[in-house]
């Protein structure tokens, strides 16, 4: 089963499987012992740079998600994320990537199941939401992963889309959602993917490269939602 999170037309018929759109899919549910705070204070946000052949993203890391920031920084710090794609691209929605089985990929060849052999214990904070530019974890689906644990690499970064009053009141009825006034006021100016928000742990929010994710959401995909021409990405830690 793959990795990977749904839009809203697509959740009356499948259940919320994985992160975004088609978040990461990962196998394993192993516990990384070492990526345990070590009690260290961390003030300055750490900042990372996401660069692809259709321009650069420079990501805010959020320190109240301490696990998923610091494994993301080991990663990128290993250049595990070097030559990998965004695997799965969903206009007005997200794009995902971050599996290992993506780093020279055959054309066609079905992505979203790789993972470093592990996942992370689920960092939902409360009251942040899935704003436009929002980083956050893939994982597997409730069924399979009650806990919400995240994938060890898969990641997305949310498009979204602007949305009405009507349309927010409506899905948070549904889904049982609490819609500040704060996400409201996002939603329905900047836009994002509110019915993915208390289900998955957001890590990090884009603060350069709003029109990178942009360009990578409009290219042409094929029925998986891969890119026909491959995205690939290089992760560089800032701070």
Wanted: glycine share 10%.
């Amino acid at each position: 089963m793959r990795i990977q999170i749904f839009s809203m037309g697509l959740l009356a018929m499948l259940s919320f499987s994985v992160s975004c759109g088609n978040a990461l899919n990962t196998g394993s549910n192993t516990t990384v012992a070492d990526l345990q705070p070590q009690g260290q204070q961390v003030d300055k946000p750490t900042r990372v740079k996401i660069i692809t052949p259709q321009g650069d993203i420079v990501v805010e890391l959020f320190n109240q998600t301490p696990l998923h920031r610091d494994n993301f920084v080991r990663l990128a710090r290993e250049g595990f994320f070097d030559g990998l794609l965004f695997h799965r691209v969903i206009s007005g929605f997200m794009i995902q990537g971050g599996d290992p089985d993506s780093r020279g990929a055959r054309p066609g060849q079905p992505l979203g199941m790789g993972d470093p052999g592990y996942t992370l214990p689920a960092e939902i904070v409360p009251g942040v939401f899935h704003r436009r530019g929002a980083l956050a974890a893939a994982r597997m689906g409730d069924q399979m992963n009650p806990e919400r644990r995240s994938s060890g690499s898969q990641f997305y970064l949310v498009q979204g889309r602007v949305w009405s009053h009507e349309e927010l009141t409506q899905m948070a009825q549904q889904r049982g959602l609490t819609i500040t006034e704060e996400a409201r006021q996002i939603y329905t100016t900047e836009g994002g993917t509110p019915h993915l928000d208390a289900a998955y742990t957001i890590f990090g929010q884009v603060v350069e490269g709003l029109d990178v994710i942009d360009r990578i959401a409009a290219v042409q995909t094929d029925r998986a939602n891969r890119p026909l021409e491959d995205v690939s990405m290089r992760v560089v830690v800032l701070d």
